[in-house]
C-alpha cells in the first residue's frame, strides 16, 4: 500500500512540474478534413496539407494568416474578420467531409460539405452551420491560394444555422 501511495505523489509532483505540451498537432485539432478517399488524399497531398493550414487558422481566429491566405482581401474586409472571431463566435471546430480535389496545371477545384460547430458569443449557445461548397485554388510562387472569397463569406453569413 506505501508503494501505491509513493507511485501516486510521484505522477501527481511530476503532472505538476512538467504540464502536457500543446503540440501544433493539437491546435489544428479545430479543423478536421476527411477525404473523399485514400487515393485522393494520396494523389493531392499537398492540396490537403494547404487546406489542413488554412482551415486551422480560419477556425482559430488567425487573421494575419487569413490574409496571407487571401492577398485580395481588403483592410476593411481583415477588420470585419477580426470583429467576427473577438464578438461573435468561440470555440469554431470546422469539419470538412468528403473532399475532392481536381488538379489542372497552376489551379484547382475543392469540393466538400462543411459544417462550423461554435459557440455564439452574445447568447453562450451552441451553433451549427453546414453547406455544400466548392472552392477554386491558384498556386503561385509561395504556395497554393484560395481564389475566391466564399470561405471567408460563409463564415459570415447566416447559412443554414441551427442553434441547439
Known amino acids: ?3 501505491y501511495h509513493y507511485v501516486t505523489r510521484v505522477a501527481l509532483l511530476a503532472a505538476f512540474f512538467f504540464p502536457p ?27 490537403f496539407s494547404f487546406l489542413q493550414e488554412y482551415f486551422s487558422a480560419l477556425a482559430q481566429g488567425e487573421v494575419a494568416k487569413l490574409a496571407i491566405y487571401h492577398p485580395s482581401l481588403t483592410p ?3 477588420e470585419t ?5 473577438a464578438h461573435t463566435v468561440r ?10 480535389i481536381q488538379v489542372a496545371a497552376a ?5 466538400f460539405y462543411r459544417t ?11 451553433v451549427e452551420k453546414s453547406i455544400q461548397l466548392s472552392s477554386g485554388l491558384v498556386r503561385g510562387a509561395s504556395g497554393w491560394r484560395l481564389a475566391g472569397l466564399d470561405q471567408i463569406a460563409f463564415a459570415l453569413s447566416s447559412g443554414k444555422t441551427r442553434m441547439g
Open 1 to 3: 500500500m506505501k508503494v
Open 21 to 47: 505540451i500543446v503540440t501544433p498537432a493539437h491546435a489544428q485539432a479545430a479543423a478536421t478534413l476527411i477525404p473523399a478517399s485514400a487515393e485522393e488524399a494520396s494523389q493531392n497531398g499537398e492540396v
Open 76 to 78: 476593411e474586409q481583415l
Open 81 to 85: 474578420l477580426h470583429d467576427y472571431f
Open 91 to 100: 470555440d469554431l471546430r470546422i469539419r470538412l467531409e468528403h473532399v475532392h
Open 107 to 111: 489551379t484547382a477545384t475543392v469540393a
Open 116 to 126: 462550423d460547430r461554435f459557440i455564439d458569443r452574445l447568447t453562450g449557445r451552441p
